[in-house]
C-alpha cells in the first residue's frame, strides 16, 4: 500500500507545518527594559533608503534612549488597502506607519495628531538634546499634511514630476505645453523620418494615481483650482480643467506617444527613456538616480537632464509654472503603544541626523538646510527651484484619494477617445459633488 | 453515567442521526463563512458604509441599487464579462477539443506530451498577469518585437484590442484544462460504434461529427459550465495586466466590484453590486446545474 | 497511401510541437528573465542568449530584509496545508453522509456546488469588513478560513464520488462485525477512500497556493503569501522584472511539480468526479 505510506508522510509533514506554524502566528517582539518600535514602510527605493538610517539608530541610540526600531516593509500593489485595513482593525503595530500625504485624509482618524508631540521640547530634539526646527521643513509639505491645524505626518521624502530631457539632443526643453508637444512632433518618426527617437515623448497614462498628479500641474498652471473659492463646491469643469484636459486629448491624438501609453506608469516610462527611445518626458524626480547611472542606463547616463516643467504662457509674456509637489513621510499609528518613543524616532529620521543618512541613501527629505547645502547634488538644486518656486500641493479633505482615482478614469477615458474633455470634466465634477453631497461636505461650516 | 453516556452515543450512531451529525460541521462552516457575510452583504448593501463610517453607516434605502441600475459603468462591466466569458470559452472549447483529437491518436511520446501541455493550468493566474505584462510591453516585450517584425504595429493593450488580448490569455491559461478533460472524456468512450461507423465507409469527419461528437456531449457540457464558473470568476490576471483599463474596456464586474470599494471607497454600493452580481450568477447556475444533471454524471 | 499517412503523422507532430511551444514559452521566458542581467532584460530586442546571473535570486532569496522570503513561504505552506486539512476534515463526513444516506438531497448538493460558482470578489468584501470587526485581518487563521469557500465545495463533490465508488457490501459486514457506523467511517471507509483523499489534497493544494485576491486585500505585513509576496515587485517605482520574474519563478516551481505528480487525480478532482 504505497498510497497509505504516503498518506502517512503526508499527514505527518502537515501537522509539523501547523505546530510551527501556531508557533509562528504571533510575533514575540522582545521584551526587555527596551522598548521596540515596529516602522513599516512600503516596498521601493523609500524602504531601502530607511534601513542604514534604522541601523544607525540602533546602533548608537538604542541603548541610551531605549528605543529600539524595527523595519518592516509591505508590498506596494494593494498599499493603500493593506494600509487602511490594518489601521481600522486597531492592531497595536506598526507603530509607525508611511502614507502618501495625499491620502492622509483616508487614513487620518486612524492617525495621531502630532502638535502636541513637537511641541515637547523632549520629544521633538535630538538625543543630544538639540531642538529641531520645524520650519526648516518646506511648509508646503507641512501644509498638505495638515488638517484643521493638525499636523498628521513628518514627510520624509518630497516627490514632484519634472521634465527629463535629452541634453545631446535638445537644448532648450520645452517652455510651455503648446511647445511641449510640438517638440514632441519633431522627434516622432512619424512626423520627421529623421528623428533619432521613436517618439518624442510619452506620458504616465495609466489610470493610476501619476496620471491625475502630472495632469494637475497643467491644471494649475491655467489657473485651475479644486473648489470655488471658499466652498467644497468642485470647480473642475472650469475652463481650467477642460484646458488641462484638452492638452492630454491633443497629445493623444498627435501620436507623438507610443501607442500603449495608457499602460504606462512609473517604470514604462523611465524605460522609454533608458532605452532612448523618446525625447524628453515628464517622470517622478525619483527617476533621476537611475537615469544617471551608467550602469543601470548604460544608453543614456551622461545625456539626460532634469528640469522645471512646461507652463502657460500669461498676457504679461511671464510663463506660469505649477509643479505638484507631494510628500511620503511617518505617521504614528492611533492605537500605538509607545506614541512618544515612536516620535522621538521620527523626528530624528525627518529633522535631525537620521535625515542626512536618509538622503544620503537615496530619499528625498523636504529641509531647507539639505537642499541648499553647499554639498547638495543633483538633482536638489533643480528641485529646490522647482518645489520651492512653483511647488503645489493637493489640499486636504477625507476623500482626496477618491477625487483622484475618478479623475484618473476620465483622464483615461480622454486618451483613449471614449469622452470629450468637456464632457470628462463635467461628469468628473458631478461625481465629485455626488460624493461631497453624500458625505455631508455641504454641511459641515 | 458512563452507561448512559454510552447509549447516547450509540444510539446516536443509528443511520437515522448520524446522516444529519456528520452534516453539521460543514452546515455549521457555510452558514458562518457563506451565509452570514451574505446576509452581512444584504445589509451594507443599503447602506452609505465606507472608510470613515464602516462601523456605523447610514440606512439609504435602494440608492445603491438604483445608482448601479442607472450607471452606464454597470451595464457596461456585465457586458465586458460577458464577452470576455462567451469568446474564452468557445475558443478554449474548440482549441481544447482539437488538441485532444490531435493527442488521441498513436503518439509515441504520450504521456510526455499531456505533461508538457498542461503547464499554464498550474500557475497562478496573478503570475500569469506578470509573465504577459513582461511579454507584452511596448519598449522591452518579446511579443510586440516579433508583431512589428511581422508588419503588425498594434498596441495590443490599446483600447480595441485589450479585452481580445486579455481573452487569449485565459485562452492560452485554460485551453490546457479543455483539452486534458475533453482527453480523458475521449479516452473513456466506447470503441464500438467508431469501428461500426468505419465499417460503414464513414468519413474521418463523419464519424467525428455523427459518432464522437454526441458521445462527448455529457463531457462538452461539463468542461462548458466549469470553465463559464472559472472565466466569471477571472480577476487577477486582469488586475495586474491591465487593471480594468483602457478606459472601462477591461473592467469585468469583478473589476468593478473591487473598484467600488476599495478605490472609489464606497463599501455600500460595491455590496450592492455584489447583490446584483449573485442574481445573475444565480440564473446561469441555474442553467448549468440542469445542464450537468441532464449530462446524467453526476 | 502509406506516404500520406506518413505526411500527416508528421504534420501532427509539427503542430504539436508547436503547440507545446506556444503554451510553454511565456513560461521559459519568465525563468529566462529571472537569469539576465538589467539591461537584457529591457533591451529593445529580445535577448534569448545572454550570460546568466543569480543577482535576482540571491536579492529574492538571501536578502530577507528586502524580501521576506522564508515567511511568505511559509505563510504559504502553512495556510494551504491547514485549510487542505480542515477542507477535508470537514467534508468527508459531510460527503460520506452525502454519498450514503443522500442527506438534504439533490438540493442541497447542487448548493454546495454552486458555491463553487461564486466569485471571490463577492466573499471579498463582506469578509474583509467582517474581518476588520472580528480583528482577522492580516492573520494566516483568516486566510484558512476564507480558503475554505473555495475548498469546500470541491472537496465534497469529489470525495463523494470517490466514497460512492466503495462498494456497500464492505461497510455492511464491518457493521454486522459489530463496528458502530463512526467506527466503520474511520477504519473502513476512511483508509479505502485514500485515493481521494490525496486527489482532493493536492487539487485543494494547488487552489490555494495560487490564490491571490483575498490574500491581497486581506494581508499586509504578518500572513502575506507568496504569490502576493511576488507582486510587492510589481508598480511604482520600477518594476523589477529581474526580482519579480525571480519571486514568481520560487513561487511557481512547487505547484507546477504537484501539478504533474497529481497527474492522474486531476481529470477526477477537477471534474469533481464527473470522469473517471
Redesign the interface.
Known amino acids: 500500500m504505497r498510497?497509505?505510506k504516503?498518506?502517512k508522510l503526508?499527514s505527518v509533514?502537515?501537522l509539523v507545518?501547523?505546530i510551527?506554524?501556531f508557533v509562528?502566528?504571533f510575533?514575540v517582539f522582545s521584551k526587555s527594559s527596551e522598548v521596540t518600535v515596529l516602522l513599516?514602510m512600503r516596498?521601493?527605493?523609500e524602504a531601502?533608503a530607511m534601513?542604514p538610517v534604522v541601523d544607525y539608530w540602533n546602533k548608537h541610540y538604542a541603548a541610551s534612549t531605549g528605543i529600539r526600531v524595527r523595519?518592516?516593509?509591505?508590498?506596494?500593489?494593494?498599499y493603500?488597502?493593506?494600509?487602511?485595513?490594518?489601521l481600522?482593525?486597531?492592531?497595536q503595530v506598526?507603530d509607525i506607519v508611511f502614507p502618501f500625504g495625499f491620502g492622509i485624509g483616508?487614513?487620518i482618524?486612524y492617525l495621531e495628531p502630532l502638535n502636541s508631540f513637537i511641541e515637547d521640547e523632549s520629544l521633538f530634539s535630538s538625543p543630544q538634546g538639540n531642538r529641531y526646527d520645524i520650519k526648516d521643513m518646506f511648509p508646503a509639505m507641512l501644509k498638505s499634511v495638515t488638517l484643521n491645524g493638525k499636523i498628521y505626518m513628518l514627510a520624509t521624502d518630497v516627490s514632484a514630476p519634472l521634465l527629463y530631457y535629452r541634453t545631446d539632443l535638445i537644448k532648450t526643453p520645452p517652455q510651455t505645453w503648446d511647445e511641449f508637444i510640438e517638440m514632441a512632433k519633431k522627434f516622432t518618426k512619424s512626423y520627421n523620418p529623421d528623428s533619432p527617437t521613436e517618439y518624442g515623448t510619452v506620458w504616465m497614462a495609466?489610470?493610476?494615481l501619476d496620471d491625475t498628479l502630472c495632469w494637475l500641474e497643467i491644471f494649475w498652471a491655467y489657473g485651475g483650482s479644486f473648489f470655488k473659492e471658499g466652498s467644497y463646491e468642485p470647480n473642475f469643469n472650469s475652463p481650467a480643467g477642460i484646458k488641462a484636459t484638452e492638452f492630454l486629448k491633443k497629445l493623444s491624438d498627435s501620436k507623438v506617444i507610443?501607442?500603449?501609453v495608457?499602460?504606462y506608469?512609473?517604470?514604462?516610462v523611465?524605460?522609454?527613456l533608458?532605452?532612448g527611445?523618446v525625447a524628453f518626458a515628464i517622470e517622478?524626480n525619483?527617476a533621476y538616480p537611475?537615469l544617471t547611472n551608467p550602469?543601470?542606463s548604460?544608453k543614456v547616463y551622461d545625456k539626460i537632464a532634469i528640469t522645471n516643467p512646461p507652463g502657460v504662457k500669461q498676457a504679461d509674456g511671464s510663463i506660469k509654472r505649477v509643479v505638484e509637489t507631494h510628500c511620503l513621510g511617518l505617521s504614528i499609528n492611533k492605537n500605538s503603544q509607545y506614541k512618544r518613543e515612536a516620535f522621538k524616532f521620527m523626528s530624528w529620521v525627518t529633522f535631525g541626523e537620521g535625515a542626512k543618512i536618509y538622503l544620503d541613501n537615496g530619499g528625498i527629505p523636504p529641509l531647507f538646510s539639505l537642499f541648499t547645502a553647499p554639498e547638495a547634488k543633483s538633482p536638489l538644486p533643480e528641485m529646490a527651484e522647482a518645489v520651492g518656486k512653483y511647488g503645489r500641493a493637493i489640499p486636504v479633505f477625507?476623500?482626496q484619494?477618491?477625487v483622484i482615482?475618478?479623475n484618473t478614469?476620465h483622464l483615461?477615458?480622454v486618451?483613449?477617445?471614449?469622452e470629450t474633455p468637456e464632457e470628462a470634466m463635467e461628469n468628473f465634477n458631478n461625481e465629485v459633488y455626488e460624493l461631497f453631497k453624500?458625505?455631508g461636505y455641504f454641511e459641515e461650516k | 453515567m458512563l452507561l448512559t453516556i454510552k447509549r447516547i452515543f450509540s444510539n446516536l450512531q443509528k443511520d437515522r442521526y448520524i446522516r444529519y451529525l456528520l452534516i453539521l460541521p460543514l452546515v455549521i462552516v457555510l452558514v458562518l463563512i457563506v451565509i452570514y457575510p451574505f446576509i452581512y452583504s444584504i445589509k451594507i448593501s443599503f447602506t452609505n458604509a465606507y472608510t470613515s463610517n464602516y462601523l456605523h453607516p447610514k440606512f439609504v434605502g435602494l440608492k445603491n441599487y438604483i445608482w448601479l441600475l442607472r450607471s452606464p459603468k454597470f451595464w457596461n462591466s456585465v457586458k465586458v464579462s460577458l464577452i470576455f466569458v462567451g469568446i474564452a470559452v468557445f475558443l478554449e472549447v474548440l482549441v481544447g477539443l482539437g488538441i485532444a483529437l490531435l493527442v488521441n491518436q498513436r503518439l509515441k511520446v504520450k504521456k510526455i506530451t499531456i505533461s508538457l501541455l498542461l503547464t499554464p493550468m498550474f500557475i497562478a493566474s496573478a503570475i500569469v498577469g506578470i509573465i504577459f505584462r513582461l511579454m507584452l510591453n511596448e519598449l522591452y516585450g518579446v511579443i510586440p518585437y516579433y508583431l512589428t517584425r511581422l508588419g503588425i504595429n498594434q498596441g495590443l493593450l490599446s483600447k480595441r484590442l485589450a479585452l481580445f488580448t486579455v481573452i487569449l490569455i485565459d485562452v492560452w491559461q485554460w485551453t490546457p484544462f479543455v483539452f486534458l478533460i475533453l482527453y480523458a472524456g475521449l479516452q473513456t468512450l466506447p470503441i464500438e460504434p467508431l469501428e461500426a461507423a468505419m465499417v460503414d465507409g464513414a468519413s474521418k469527419w463523419q464519424s467525428f461529427r455523427f459518432v464522437v461528437l454526441p458521445l462527448l456531449s455529457p463531457i462538452l457540457a461539463i468542461v462548458v459550465v466549469f470553465r463559464m464558473m472559472d472565466a466569471f470568476k477571472a480577476f487577477d490576471k486582469i488586475y495586474v495586466l491591465t487593471a480594468g483599463g483602457p478606459g472601462d474596456t477591461t473592467t469585468t464586474i469583478n473589476v468593478f466590484t473591487y473598484f467600488q470599494a476599495y478605490e472609489f471607497d464606497n463599501f455600500g454600493r460595491a455590496c450592492a453590486t455584489t447583490i446584483l452580481f449573485l442574481i445573475l450568477i444565480t440564473i446561469l447556475a441555474k442553467i448549468s446545474m440542469s445542464l450537468l444533471y441532464k449530462s446524467k454524471l453526476y | 497511401m502509406k506516404k500520406k499517412k506518413v505526411a500527416a503523422s508528421i504534420l501532427t507532430i509539427v503542430v504539436l510541437i508547436g503547440i507545446i511551444l506556444i503554451v510553454n514559452i511565456p513560461i521559459v521566458w519568465l525563468i529566462m528573465t529571472s537569469f539576465k542581467m538589467r539591461p537584457d532584460i529591457i533591451s529593445d530586442h529580445p535577448v534569448w542568449i545572454f550570460r546568466p546571473t543569480l543577482e535576482h535570486y540571491i536579492r529574492v532569496l538571501a536578502r530577507k530584509e528586502v524580501f521576506p522570503v522564508d515567511l511568505y513561504f511559509s505563510n504559504s505552506l502553512i495556510v494551504t496545508i491547514s485549510t487542505t486539512l480542515l477542507a477535508i476534515l470537514i467534508t468527508f463526513p459531510a460527503a460520506y453522509s452525502i454519498a450514503r444516506f443522500n442527506t438534504g438531497g439533490r438540493n442541497l448538493s447542487f448548493w454546495i456546488l454552486s458555491i463553487r460558482m461564486l466569485p471571490p470578489v463577492v466573499f471579498l468584501i463582506p469578509i474583509g469588513m467582517l474581518f476588520m470587526s472580528y480583528h482577522l485581518l492580516d492573520t494566516k487563521f483568516g486566510l484558512i478560513i476564507v480558503y475554505l469557500t473555495f475548498n469546500i465545495p470541491f472537496a465534497t463533490w469529489t470525495l463523494k464520488s470517490f466514497i460512492e465508488e466503495i462498494p456497500r457490501e464492505i461497510e455492511e459486514s464491518a457493521l454486522i462485525d459489530g463496528a458502530g457506523r463512526l467506527g466503520v467511517i474511520t477504519r473502513v471507509t476512511f483508509p479505502l477512500c485514500a485515493p481521494g483523499l490525496v486527489a482532493v489534497s493536492l487539487i485543494c493544494f494547488i487552489f490555494s497556493w495560487n490564490e491571490f485576491l483575498y490574500a491581497l486585500v486581506l494581508t499586509s505585513l504578518r500572513a502575506v503569501t507568496m504569490t502576493v509576496g511576488t507582486a510587492r515587485f510589481l508598480t511604482g517605482y520600477a518594476i523589477w522584472w529581474g526580482d519579480i520574474s525571480a519571486a514568481a519563478t520560487v513561487a511557481m516551481i512547487p505547484v507546477i511539480v504537484l501539478g504533474f505528480l497529481s497527474q492522474k487525480y486531476l481529470v477526477r478532482g477537477l471534474t469533481l468526479g464527473a470522469i473517471k
Open positions: 498510497i497509505k504516503i498518506i503526508m509533514g502537515m507545518v501547523i510551527l506554524g509562528g502566528v510575533p513599516q516596498s521601493g527605493p531601502t534601513e523595519q518592516v516593509t509591505i508590498s506596494r500593489m494593494g493603500y488597502v493593506k494600509l487602511f485595513n490594518q481600522v482593525s486597531g492592531t506598526p483616508k487614513i482618524e495609466k489610470p493610476v507610443p501607442p500603449d495608457v499602460t506608469e512609473y517604470p514604462e523611465l524605460a522609454a533608458q532605452t527611445k517622478w525619483a537611475d550602469k543601470k548604460p477625507k476623500d484619494m477618491t482615482f475618478m478614469k483615461n477615458k486618451f483613449i477617445g471614449e453624500e458625505r
